[in-house]
């Protein structure tokens, strides 16, 4: 199975910026995708950004030109930098990889979820 650690939220004032951080480990034989995810109270989860190994990266338009998705390859690692944060940003967010592991009978594709992280925007 792959494990996530995030980390990185908190609280911050609207316009203010904060940089989520994931980590995946656990038998990787190769990180396909790699994407942010959050679920904001009586909503559901809904995509951020997603980032592929080849770079191919995917934005909600309601982050459009205010968050940017990034990768670290040597290190697992996919990073998301939110500026300008609104109000309406405020919810739990979660790391998402999309992964092929070492299995007894080679590889296989799996995928794993992160333990959310809060970010809350508010004055």
């Known amino acids: 199975q792959v494990h996530l650690v995030e980390s990185g939220g908190g609280l911050v004032q609207p316009g203010g910026s904060l940089r989520l951080s994931c980590v995946a480990s656990?038998?990787?034989?190769?990180?396909?995708?790699m994407g942010w995810y959050r679920q904001a109270p009586g909503k559901q989860r809904e995509l951020v950004a997603t980032?592929?190994?080849?770079?191919?990266?995917n934005y909600a338009d309601s982050v459009k030109g205010r968050f940017t998705i990034s990768e670290d390859n040597a290190k697992n690692t996919v990073y998301l930098q939110m500026n300008r944060l609104k109000t309406e940003d405020t919810a739990v967010y979660y790391c998402?990889?999309?992964?092929?592991?070492?299995?007894?009978?080679?590889?296989?594709?799996?995928?794993?979820w992160g333990q959310g992280n809060q970010v809350n925007v508010s004055s």
């Open positions: 980032v592929t190994t080849g770079g191919t990266t």
């Open positions: 998402k990889a999309d992964v092929t592991q070492y299995t007894s009978y080679g590889t296989g594709n799996t995928e794993g």
């Open positions: 656990g038998m990787i034989f190769r990180i396909n995708a």
